[in-house]
């Protein structure tokens, strides 16, 4: 996985690390080992999405706007972490939940925020964002099209946006 800082690609169903994956718009396309993003039906094998984490912030948390959490000074950061921290941990009565346990590294991270500055402070955006685009990917595996908007193609790429709404 290349980080989901603005975007990332995820493979539901597999380590994100596995050997032979990477992103391939360098080369004109998708991996040719991993289906388009079509509805995945809850079947196994090889599945490549990309998510924009803000969007699907906005529409898990049911918010107006997106969050402010990467740019602006740090506190204005910290505020926008803290309240993506608020989202995730409503994610554990969705459907499917989302369980963050308290003694994992993006909960500790969470709790020491106000130290965190520069470097360490995107760290911790970056984790948040990584949890937010494997979330996407579990919510797409588990609800497909049905709950999902996909916008793009198969030829050029698509961005999956859960719909919690359509649920």
């Known amino acids: ?12 169903g597999v380590g994100a690390t596995r050997p032979g994956w990477r992103r391939s718009t ?25 998510v924009f984490p803000h969007p699907a912030i ?4 049911g918010l107006s706007r997106a969050l402010r ?11 926008g972490l803290r309240a993506l921290a608020l989202v995730l ?23 020491v925020l106000s130290d965190r500055r520069g470097q360490a402070l995107k760290a911790v955006e970056d984790l948040a964002d990584a949890h937010v685009c494997a979330y996407v990917a579990l ?3 588990w609800h497909g099209l049905a ?12 961005i999956v946006v859960p719909l919690p709404g359509r649920r």
């Not at 996985?1 to 995820?10: L, R, Y």
């Not at 009565?93 to 969470?110: K, T, V, W």
């Open 58 to 61: 906005v529409e898990l948390g």
């Open 139 to 141: 919510w797409w595996w």
């Open 26 to 50: 360098r080369q004109g396309g998708w991996s040719r080992r991993a289906r388009r993003p079509r509805d995945p039906g809850r079947a196994t094998g090889w599945w490549a999405i990309e």
């Open 89 to 111: 941990a409503g994610l554990a009565a969705a459907d499917p939940p989302l369980r963050l346990d308290a003694d994992r590294l993006l909960a500790r991270e969470l709790l």
């Open 1 to 12: 996985m290349d980080g989901c800082g603005s975007s990332g690609w995820i493979w539901p």
């Open 69 to 79: 959490y990467k740019k602006g000074p740090p506190e204005a950061r910290r505020a």
């Open 147 to 158: 709950a999902s908007l996909v916008a793009g193609d198969d030829a050029t790429g698509a």
